[in-house]
């Protein structure tokens, strides 16, 4: 992309969100009630090595695992705790219309910086129209326009893809509020697709592996479970372009080797194991059910396998 095409992006992008950004872990207590003040204590963490913000009931934060009630609360201690609104974006996109709603007005009422929104994603194979009034009809019963709302690409999940059409057909009907596009297809071509189309938009690769090849198209950064473990050397990669060093294919190698290991096993559980290894507080394991957490035998492995390729968990 040319210099010149790069500063038009930025130009147009100047008021929405870029950089490294952390779909935060949802730490669980005895009873499986979200454990607000390791959640805080983990938060700052993710901020103070580097991640430019924090996503709150995201997939990895396991938010389809808990009610309306809970996402509430825990956005609500979090923000009382002193994490930074303006660095917070929460996920609200529900089965549900109302509970979208509800969601999404709470969220902009704290004064986040954005929400990030998954598709209606019970029924499967709803059309561009269908989807393009559904989150019509959440903006609408939201009663404002004025905020930032980031569509949530993550087909293998959802099995409901958030296509080209259906950006466009928001983009004709809610320009002023549509920022941006987290794209969790896991593919390239999705991801360069969508970047180079609508270079009015803010869009990230759900994944790190994916963070040097969107950066040098326009890319706004990436949006990544990865960043609860490895988040200094993800920024490194994103600061390291921002200079222009030299040694950036080396460092999205280096990555892309971790990202794989983390791959191997279900990602949320091992994120807690390692998170739960780094800190000696065995806690962080705990997952809400259905999901299980990893076995000792399990844990020890993937730890031994992440030190043997030179990983330092938050470095």
């Keep these: 992309m040319s210099a010149s095409r790069l500063a038009e992006r930025t130009e147009a992008r100047a008021e929405t969100i870029s950089g490294v950004w952390c779909p935060a872990i949802t730490p669980v207590d005895d009873k499986l009630a979200p454990d607000v003040g390791r959640f805080v204590a983990h938060g700052r963490w993710l901020l103070e090595h580097g991640c430019h913000g924090l996503v709150v009931s995201g997939t990895t934060g396991e938010a389809n ?45 704290l004064g986040v910086a954005g929400v990030l929104m998954l598709p209606p994603f019970y029924y499967k194979g709803i059309s561009d129209e269908a989807l393009a009034a559904s989150f019509d009809a959440v903006i609408q019963r939201v009663g404002s326009s004025d905020f930032k709302l980031f569509l949530y690409n993550f087909p293998k999940l959802t099995g409901v893809p958030i296509t080209p059409g259906l950006i466009e057909r928001l983009l004709e009907t809610h320009p002023n509020t549509l920022a941006g596009v987290k794209d969790s297809s896991g593919d390239w071509q999705s991801t360069r697709t969508l970047t180079e189309r609508f270079p009015e938009l803010a869009i990230f690769p759900g994944a790190e592996t994916l963070l040097l090849p969107a950066l040098r198209i326009g890319g706004a950064g990436c949006i990544s479970a990865s960043c609860n473990v490895n988040p200094g050397a993800i920024r490194a990669l994103y600061d390291a372009f921002q200079t222009g060093e030299d040694d950036l294919d080396q460092r999205q190698d280096n ?51 992440l030190a043997s390729r030179g990983f330092r968990f938050g470095a």
């Design 65 to 109: 695992s808990f009610s309306v009630e809970e996402r509430i609360d825990l956005l609500e201690a979090a923000l009382a705790a002193g994490l930074p609104r303006e660095r917070i974006l929460v996920g609200t996109g529900m089965c549900a219309l109302t509970d979208s709603v509800r969601l999404t007005s709470h969220a902009l009422s």
């Design 255 to 305: 990555l892309t080797e971790v990202r794989k290991i983390l791959e191997l096993r279900p990602m949320i559980p091992v994120l807690k194991a390692v998170v739960a290894h780094g800190r000696g507080d065995f806690a962080w394991r705990r997952v809400r059910p259905p999901l299980m957490a990893l076995s000792e035998v399990e844990a020890e492995a993937l730890v031994a396998e």
